[in-house]
């Protein structure tokens, strides 16, 4: 029996199998047909083959990931900021005393106050009191972090408090997103090796692509700055370098230091 | 000579499927355009090969084969837009169709209690009844046709049992066949192969 044998077999059995073409399933069927409307867009189907490609590849995405949260350590650069931030973020004051190389400026007192109302007080003594004239005497000063208004007499003794926004002196050093502005985008915080700032375990991190090279110290433990190196190229052409050290966070500043009484003669313009 | 022959064979070949495809193309177009006759065209083309096809699934079930040959029937219309001459022919594209609401009919089936068949048939065939001898005749040839189409049917896997149909109602090409139960042309041809012996002994055994 041959292969057109058993089909012309089968043939005859679905003949004696399959009901009866009548009238009645005709005018059913053209009735059904004639009810439909072809939809407009063609079906799409998703063969099973896809569907396994598809979640195949979702289960692959997902290990990668996985894989990159395991890799992703928090010694990588990417999560140094983070955790200086977050840091940061714990402590209300910032205080902190240095030198200044290009004007023989000592910080005696620097103190920035994260919390409103915006203040910094700045009380400097000067190494040559020819270089800074206005060194003997402490200032007050207040404003938002960008635009600082002083008393001075050649300006009318008059001062212009704006409205008092929240500063974040060493964020804005650190940030990244700050320094879009003037600098290489998306920087990241470089560790450059470790040290011992100030008898205590520290982490070295630069600044890179910024205006001035930055170099940061940073406590190993606490994730809290000890240390602020910042190397500007003078008009000389010789790095000239600002270090800030002894950081101490929140020390409340003295009392009655904040004293927004204008001097005599001056006059304030309170916008807030 | 021969050459000649074979070419000219060829020729003739490939004048049949250009027909065959613009008959397809015709039909959809008719039924896009909600044409008339369209609905009778596609009911005249297929819907006797769609009934032996459901009904060698069903054969003890004459009126589940029809609904399912109706129901493929008003879906091919709802998605013509979806034929594409480039990948079936409209037959193949058929059978795909009618294989997927015969196996949503087996799924549903499952589930429910099913309803005996004499329940479902329509009063209006109880009209023109044949006399007692052609009935007792016919219903002994159908019974025995029922029951080796069933016997083959638990003999051969699923697939084995259709590419067997689709090959003997309409002769379907290997390909054609691979589009509608999504095999490749070579796993319908092993598969048509050990479909044929395993249905040749049972048949022969029947014979005798």
């Not at chain 1, 079906?43 to 290990?63: D, E, K, N, T």
């Not at chain 1, 894989?67 to 902190?96: C, E, N, R, Y």
């Not at chain 1, 290009?102 to 103190?111: G, I, M």
Request: charged share 30%; glycine share 6%; aromatic share 6%.
């Amino acid at each position: 029996m041959g292969s057109d044998s058993v089909d012309r077999q089968i043939a005859g059995l679905l003949e004696r199998v399959r009901p009866e073409l009548s009238a009645a399933l005709e005018e059913r069927a053209v009735a059904a047909i004639q009810a439909t409307r072809p939809l407009q867009q063609r079906p799409r189907y998703v063969s099973r083959m896809r569907l396994l490609a598809g979640g195949l590849c979702v289960l692959a995405l997902s290990l990668v990931m996985l894989l990159a949260l395991f890799v992703w350590t928090p010694g990588a650069k990417s999560v140094a900021w983070a955790q200086i931030a977050d840091a940061l973020s714990t402590v209300t004051t910032v205080h902190m005393t240095g030198w200044e190389g290009d004007s023989d400026l000592v910080f005696r007192t620097d103190k920035w106050i994260r919390l409103r109302p915006l203040a910094v007080y700045q009380e400097v003594t000067p190494v040559d009191p020819q270089t800074v004239k206005e060194a003997s005497r402490r200032h007050i000063f207040a404003g938002d972090a960008e635009k600082t208004y002083w008393y001075f007499p050649e300006r009318g003794n008059r001062a212009i408090i704006g409205k008092g926004l929240q500063t974040d002196f060493m964020g804005e050093v650190l940030s990244p997103l700050e320094w879009s502005d003037s600098s290489g985008q998306g920087a990241e915080l470089k560790v450059i090796g470790r040290s011992r700032v100030e008898g205590r375990a520290a982490i070295l991190l630069e600044l890179p692509g910024w205006k001035e090279r930055t170099e940061l110290a940073v406590d190993a433990r606490t994730k809290l700055a000890l240390r602020l190196r910042q190397f500007s190229p003078s008009l000389e052409g010789a790095d000239v370098e600002v270090t800030r050290l002894d950081f101490e966070y929140d020390t409340m500043p003295p009392e009655g230091i904040f004293n927004w009484a204008p001097p005599v003669g001056a006059v304030v313009e309170d916008k807030r | 000579m021969a050459s000649a022959g074979r070419s000219s064979q060829v020729t003739e070949l490939e004048e049949c499927e250009r027909v065959a495809v613009e008959s397809d193309l015709a039909l959809r177009d008719d039924l896009l355009a909600a044409a008339p006759e369209a609905a009778r065209e596609l009911y005249r083309r297929f819907a006797p090969r769609l009934l032996a096809f459901a009904a060698s699934r069903f054969p003890a079930d004459r009126q589940l084969a029809e609904d399912v040959t109706v129901q493929s029937l008003a879906n091919a219309a709802r998605n013509i837009r979806g034929f594409d001459p480039r990948k079936s022919t409209l037959t193949a594209w058929l059978y795909g169709i009618a294989r997927r609401q015969i196996r949503d009919e087996v799924r549903s089936r499952t589930r429910q209690k099913s309803v005996p068949a004499d329940a479902l048939s329509p009063l209006d065939e109880a009209t023109g009844i044949p006399s007692d001898d052609d009935i007792a005749a016919s219903v002994a040839a159908r019974i025995d046709a029922e029951r080796l189409m069933a016997q083959l049917k638990s003999l051969l896997s699923d697939v084995e049992f259709e590419i067997l149909v689709l090959s003997a109602i309409d002769r379907l090409s290997a390909r054609e066949i691979g589009s509608v139960v999504g095999r490749s042309e070579r796993a319908v041809h092993s598969l048509l192969h050990r479909a044929r012996t395993k249905a040749r002994e049972r048949l022969t055994t029947h014979g005798q």
